[in-house]
């Protein structure tokens, strides 16, 4: 999954909603969900993991945030940034899992974004 592709994508649909350019911001829109939907979601996260007291920390490869592709995908849920699945939370900054040790860290974060894919595939066919 192209995670800059998808970035650029949601600006774009920023762009053509503030726009009032409604037509275009959902047809852009729809191909994000269908995007993220049809592929298991991957963050592209360094392979570095901070772990602190029950806490492990990822940060983006290259310091990328994707602001505008967690700002669609919390609109779409309803829900503020950080994103919070389960024990994780998606925010710009990277993400922070409740975890131990790093192989704990990585199966939460597998399976938040499991749930996170579920979740958005709930939201197909109704963007406004």
């Known amino acids: ?8 994508l949601a600006v774009e649909a ?4 503030n726009q009032n350019m409604r037509s275009k911001a959902k ?3 729809e191909d994000l969900l269908k995007t993220l939907t049809e592929n298991k979601i991957l963050f592209p996260v360094e392979e ?12 983006y490869k290259n310091s990328k945030t994707y602001q505008a592709l967690l700002e669609f995908i919390a609109r779409i849920l309803h829900v503020d940034i950080p994103i919070r699945i389960k024990q994780c939370k998606f925010g710009p900054g990277g993400i922070i899992i409740s975890a131990e040790n790093k192989e704990q ?9 499991r749930e996170l894919r579920i979740l ?6 109704h963007i406004a």
């Open 1 to 8: 999954m192209d995670f800059e592709k998808l970035e650029e």
């Open 14 to 17: 920023n762009l053509a909603r």
């Open 27 to 29: 047809e852009i829109e």
């Open 48 to 59: 570095e993991v901070l772990i602190t007291e029950n806490s492990a920390s990822y940060v």
């Open 105 to 113: 860290a990585q199966k939460t974060l597998d399976d938040c974004c």
């Open 120 to 125: 958005i595939k709930a939201k197909e066919g």
